[in-house]
């Protein structure tokens, strides 16, 4: 093979070794380049990777946190309905007595107020067309079953019609049976 003889000036073949150079320095920024980009996406992927992993770490205790804290409320709300338990345990069940009250009220009686108060003790008030209908309410009122005393004033009995009247009661203790 026969040597081919370089006949270019030596300005060309400086600009020629220049422009290699400057080719060669292109391809080495650019392999740079991309190969920083993959490595800054894949350190990019792994971050979110631990984020996400520290995302579910932070969201398992707090959902353990809020088990902790449900505990706490059923427990809270366990001895409240305790105490609530033993307030009704001392209650007593007035809806039964209730109707047998109403039961023992004659046709002609009115009442205007029925009060109870804490000390075992109910007030009556009302209008009765005839005293015999006052009198026949206080017999019936005697007959329950927890009527402890039945008491009214004298002055109910003075007239003969439409007799305005007031009765107190004294109520019996409620007996465990009772309630």
Known sequence: MRPYPNILPPEKKDTLR?????????????????TAFFVGGILFSVRMIYAGNDEALKQSTTESDGADDAATEIQRLNAYLKRIDGITADATAWSDRL???????????????????????INIIGLAAHRDDLLLLQERLARLSYVKEVSSPLSNL??????????????????????
């Open 99 to 121: 109707a047998e009250f109403g039961r023992a009220v004659p046709a002609g009686i009115q009442l205007q107020n029925v009060s109870f108060s804490p000390s075992s003790k």
């Open 18 to 34: 220049l422009g290699l150079i400057m080719a060669y320095l292109q391809t080495v920024v650019m392999f740079v380049f991309i």
């Open 158 to 179: 003075f007239q003969k019609k439409d007799v305005k009247f007031e009765i107190n009661m004294t109520v019996k203790p409620p007996t465990p049976a009772a309630k």
